[in-house]
């Protein structure tokens, strides 16, 4: 068979999409959520109609029209056959769901009706609907696997009788049913067996014809036994029945006063919710709502934020104030020093003190690496040995102490620089160098510098004020607020707000057990109300009013429910037994049957049952000749599948599986020295396992036509490699005389069909 035309109407997400195909291979692409498996569904639903659960039945239906419409083009045996289908969903009144569904096959030459009443799939494939899902309808990943008993069955039917549906279940079926017509196995029941029961009725009305009047003697002294039987339980049970009476009457009284008290205990319950609800001594204010919590939670947040915010703020004014005041205080010892000249004189000789002293490390560092230098040439001198004079040797240790000498006198200078510029730095105050120039900086510009101190200073003054301000105006809203409901305030707002948050969340748990413990008391009332509802207002209203005995509060009420249950069926019993024993005394007094007349029709009855016999032994042993054939052929079936899939398994995997094994339930396995299930195998080499399965199926299974292969996102799995060699299997096999369909959101399968032959690439 080759699809040349597949137009959908309607169905599923698609309206109005027409695909043009070519036999062999054809590669439809396009991008996830594009439509490619509603397509591929669409195929399934002209040739099979709709699934048969509802569910599966609406995703058919169009979303726009509630319409699944459309139709497939194909050629078939030199003839080319169109076949349409539409299916209606329509939803009552009521919101019931229901499905209309139509299908015709027209000689698209002839545009006439053809193959009336025929299911397109199984008069064109020649399988039904199961065995083109498993064989040649290959869905996305993860769903490759296949089988299965109904696989099986429907297998052995085209097999056995060239029919999927006439299969040898359905006339082993009709031949036991015939069979049980005349015997069930265990020879309870068929026509055989009432006849036998007929046959042994009818001696036994022979022999009781012969002991009619001694049965009429024993049937009368067993009626007189019954009698006085009946009337003692019925005496006993009498007796029973009132006690049971009065414990009905001593349990409504009980379940009465539960009730009454109930009431009572949910209606105190209520009271002290209500007096706990009260609002009066609170100002008004109901302290108990998760409102009002929520408040003062947002209270107590504000006030953590408002503090933190004041005490950064008096932290930073602090800091400013002692700056400034540290910076006036060195200002104040700089300017004792006198004039300005002197001042200067001080500070150039620091300065100058401050770059001999660099140099003077500079000149040490030299003299340090120098020795090192030549201390290091004179040792190698004396480990070369006497390849070196004597002089040479000498160079190097009078170099090398040099050195060492230049780089004391050096170190000895920078130490008095160093001691100038410390005594200079005390005089004035500073620690160091480094805030020594920062007091000279300062000095020089010092009114730029205390203008920026001072306004850094002012700046966290005004802050503080501001943190300042807005703390008092956080604490004034609570205090406020607590003051409202009439809380006790205390010197620290916070522990006020804390001390009222507590206080609230405690009224409020105080209400909550016992709104739970009002709702249980109702609950309780509601229920003995209930169990008091189905007697009448007068019975409660006596049984409230009536004294009982104690001993009812450890009366046994199921076990003399009981006897007076026994006693009844037993006088019930009794009276039944009667009532046949008269029946029988009148029928056995009326009739006094002849056994001569009842012989002829006994020895009848055993002639047909003879005959009948004869009959159901012939059906059995033609069922054990059929199972016997079937039981032959199902044993074929696994051998000749694992063969084909096992060529075609070699074929996929590059020789690396060369057979493999199929069990009746069509799982599969596999053989390396030990029997694995190819579920053990990675997902791509179980996936081409199950495809040379399903080419296996195709090749025994499908004897009419071979129907087109659809791959629906089926080899994602699949390394590139093989990939490969299954695109050039299927090529090979139906590249010509059949037609694959190729649903992918890829490129691969494109760029490798190009080095393989041609092939028909489709975009949708």
């Known amino acids: 068979m080759i699809i040349s035309c597949i137009h959908i109407q309607s169905f599923g997400k698609i309206n109005n999409l027409t695909l043009e195909l070519d036999g062999g291979i054809n590669i439809i692409t396009g991008e996830n959520e594009s439509g490619k498996s509603t397509i591929c569904n669409f195929i399934r639903f002209v040739f099979y109609g709709l699934p048969s659960k509802t569910e599966e039945k609406q995703k058919c239906i169009s979303w726009e029209t509630s319409r699944a419409a459309g139709y497939i083009i194909f050629s078939e045996d030199g003839l080319q056959y169109r076949v349409e289908r539409d299916a209606v969903m329509t939803t009552s009144a009521e919101g019931k769901v229901s499905f209309s569904e139509k299908c015709t096959i027209y000689d698209n030459e002839t545009n006439n009706p053809c193959l009336r009443g025929k299911n397109p799939g199984e008069e064109f494939f020649g399988v039904p609907e199961s065995v083109f899902e498993s064989t040649a309808y290959i869905r996305q990943l993860g769903e490759s696997k296949i089988g299965g008993r109904s696989l099986l069955e429907a297998s052995e039917n085209i097999l056995f009788s060239g029919d999927e549906s006439a299969g040898t279940k359905k006339a082993l079926k009709k031949l036991d049913e015939a069979r049980k017509f005349l015997w069930h196995k265990n020879k309870s029941g068929g026509k055989i067996h009432d006849m036998q029961e007929n046959l042994d009725s009818l001696e036994e009305r022979i022999d009781a014809s012969k002991s009619t009047g001694a049965r009429l003697i024993y049937l009368d002294g067993r009626k007189r036994e019954l009698t006085q039987s009946a009337e003692k339980a019925e005496k006993d049970a009498a007796v029973i029945k009132e006690e049971l009476d009065t414990y009905e009457r001593f349990s409504i009284k009980q379940a009465y006063r539960k009730c009454v008290k109930t009431k009572r205990e949910a209606e105190e319950l209520e009271a002290q919710r209500e007096k706990l609800c009260d609002a009066s001594a609170t100002g008004g204010v109901h302290i108990y709502k998760s409102e009002y919590t929520e408040r003062l939670r947002a209270y107590q947040s504000e006030l953590k934020i408002a503090t933190a915010r004041y005490e950064d703020a008096r ?28 001042r200067d004189a001080l500070v150039h000789k620091v300065e100058e003190d401050k770059k001999a002293l660099s140099s003077r490390k500079t000149v040490s560092l030299i003299g340090l690496i120098g020795t090192a230098v030549f201390a290091s040439l004179f040792v190698a001198s004396f480990i070369i040995g006497e390849s070196g004079s004597a002089a040479i040797k000498t160079v190097f240790a009078v170099l090398a102490a040099l050195c060492a000498l230049f780089c004391a006198v050096g170190f000895i200078m920078a130490g008095g620089y160093a001691k100038r510029i410390r005594r200079v730095c005390a005089m004035f105050g500073c620690a160091d160098y480094g805030e020594f120039d920062e007091l000279v900086k300062a000095s020089k510009k010092d009114e730029a510098a205390l203008m920026y101190i001072i306004e850094g200073k002012r700046g966290a003054e005004s802050k503080f004020d501001e943190a300042s301000s807005a703390l008092n105006k956080a604490s004034a809203a609570i205090i406020r607020a607590l003051e409202a409901a009439g809380f006790e305030i205390l010197d620290n707002t916070a522990l006020s707000l804390d001390r009222a948050i507590a206080k609230c969340d405690e009224k409020r748990s105080e209400i909550e057990k016992l709104e739970i413990m009002i709702r249980e008391k109702k609950k309780s009332a509601e229920e003995y109300a209930a169990a008091l509802a189905s007697y009448p207002d007068e019975l409660i209203a006596q049984s409230a009013k009536e004294d009982f005995p104690p001993e009812l509060e450890s009366y046994d009420y199921r076990k003399r429910k009981r006897d007076y249950e026994f006693l009844t069926r037993s006088a019930a019993s009794s009276k039944e037994r009667i009532y046949e024993i008269e029946k029988e005394y009148t029928e056995l007094n009326a009739k006094g049957e002849n056994p001569v007349k009842l012989a002829p029709e006994a020895e009848a009855l055993k002639g ?55 069990d009746g339930d069509f799982a599969m396995s596999y053989f390396d020295g030990i029997t694995h299930g190819v579920d053990s195998l990675s997902a791509g080499t179980m996936d081409i396992a199950y495809l040379s399965l399903r080419i296996a199926l195709m090749d025994l299974l499908c004897k009419k036509s071979v129907p087109p292969f659809i791959f629906d996102e089926s080899f994602a799995r699949l390394d590139d490699t093989r990939l490969a060699n299954t695109l050039e299997l299927l090529y090979r096999l139906y590249g010509e005389y059949g037609q694959c369909l190729l649903f992918t959101c890829h490129g691969r399968e494109r760029e490798i069909m190009k080095s393989i032959g041609a092939f028909r690439q489709i975009d949708i």
Do not use: H
């Not at 003879?610 to 012939?618: I, P, S, V």
């Not at 054990?624 to 996929?652: C, D, Q, Y």
């Open 608 to 662: 047909n049952i003879a005959a009948l016999t004869e009959k159901f032994e012939a059906y059995v042993l033609a069922i054990e000749a059929m199972e016997s054939a079937s039981g032959k052929l199902r044993e074929g079936i696994s051998p000749k599948l694992a063969k084909t899939a096992g060529k075609v398994m070699s074929k996929l995997s590059g020789g690396k599986y060369r057979s493999l094994g199929v």
């Open 315 to 342: 932290t930073e004014m602090e800091a400013a104030r002692k700056k400034l005041g540290d910076m006036n205080e060195k200002l104040a010892v700089f300017e004792r020093f006198g004039s300005v000249e002197k």
